[in-house]
């Protein structure tokens, strides 16, 4: 009974130092008030524009119209969504036009309330031919917008890179820097900073593609969204890098040795390094916020099976 008696406040103080323990872990920094994620702009055909079947030889009025919802954190503006429709005939349909531009503003998503939805309206629809049978066929909706990502990231800075004081508040050699994205399809997926020499330090990020659609150079699309598969302007984007005040002058090899311009994407994805000269910071190390934008023009597409009935047997 003594051997028990001598254990117990052993497991006690086990018990309380575990507890004491679980208090101590650090909850992560939020530097944004960024929603987050992926989403952009969410397309879908509304509820029976078009229906699934219609009739043959004009028997039948119907609409062709796109839901279409912002998910992101990026308003897009009046004409920057365009909307094209394929797989079917336009003079067969008796539609006036198979590209549409949107004639609203899109607003972006909020924390505390959700993005704008709209509709694109291709229209009254009437099949007027007369088939000899059902005829089924697919129509599809390609919808390009204007979209942008902004990351921000908390870099650290002084003027000698190399030299760790114990006044420092930050490491300049960090593989893990504090990164917050705005929701958007395209992200910033890795930030890394180091030293580069006593006065320098060399930052690296990565851009990816994290959804499905396609990505070109912004204002690649002007009145039609018809992917093309020779299209030179595909799979680039436009970068910028910034702080705040506007006194860091950074310079990027794959951006001309500037810190903005457009870069090209293989496979979706592109690392750019960054150098900036510290000569002109102060001695001790301090936290600076940066953003980085990227602007592109996205691509995404729905499709949907319509069967044209021939009215003669119905």
């Known amino acids: 009974m003594k051997l028990t008696y001598a254990i117990i406040p052993v497991l006690v103080i086990a018990l309380l130092l575990t507890g ?48 279409v919802e912002n998910e992101g954190e990026y308003t897009i503006e009046e004409g920057g969504i365009i909307a094209s429709l394929s797989g079917i005939s336009k003079i067969d349909f008796s539609l006036a036009s198979l590209h549409k531009k949107s004639n609203f503003d899109l607003e972006r998503t909020y924390l505390d309330r959700s993005g704008g939805i709209d509709t694109i309206d291709f229209g009254d629809a ?45 490491l300049i050699t960090n593989e893990d820097i504090p990164f917050e994205n705005s ?33 070109y150079k912004p204002g690649t699309f002007k009145t039609e969204c018809i992917p093309d598969d020779a299209n030179k302007e595909e799979n680039y984007v ?25 870069v090209k994407m293989y496979d979706g994805k592109k690392q750019i390094s960054c150098t900036l000269d510290t000569n002109g910071l102060q001695e001790t190390a301090y936290e600076q916020l940066i953003d980085i934008k990227v602007d592109y023009m996205y691509r995404g597409a729905v499709e949907k099976e319509i069967t044209i009935q021939n009215a003669d047997v119905y």
Not at 27 to 34: A, F, G, I, S, V
Not at 45 to 58: I, K, M, R, S, T
Not at 131 to 152: E, G, H, N, P
Request: aromatic share 10%; proline share 3%; with cysteine.
């Open 20 to 67: 004491c323990a679980t208090t101590t872990e650090k909850t992560p920094r939020k530097l944004t008030d960024y929603v987050g994620g992926t989403g952009g702009l969410s397309i879908e055909f509304e509820d029976e524009a078009p229906p699934g079947q219609v009739f043959d030889d004009g028997e039948e009025d119907f609409f062709i119209a796109l839901k």
């Open 126 to 170: 009437n099949y007027k031919v007369d088939l000899a049978s059902d005829f089924s066929t697919r129509m599809i909706a390609d919808v390009c917008y204007d979209y942008r990502t902004v990351a921000a990231a908390a870099i650290c800075l002084k003027k000698d890179t190399r030299q760790h004081k114990t006044a420092d508040a930050c």
């Open 183 to 215: 929701a958007a399809p395209i992200q910033i997926t890795d930030i890394d900073e180091a030293s580069s020499g006593s006065n320098k330090i060399k930052l690296n990020f990565v851009i990816e593609n994290e959804e499905a659609g396609w990505f």
């Open 238 to 262: 436009y970068v910028e890098i910034t702080d705040p005040a506007n006194r860091l002058r950074f310079q990027c090899s794959a951006l001309g040795d500037d810190n903005k311009g457009e």
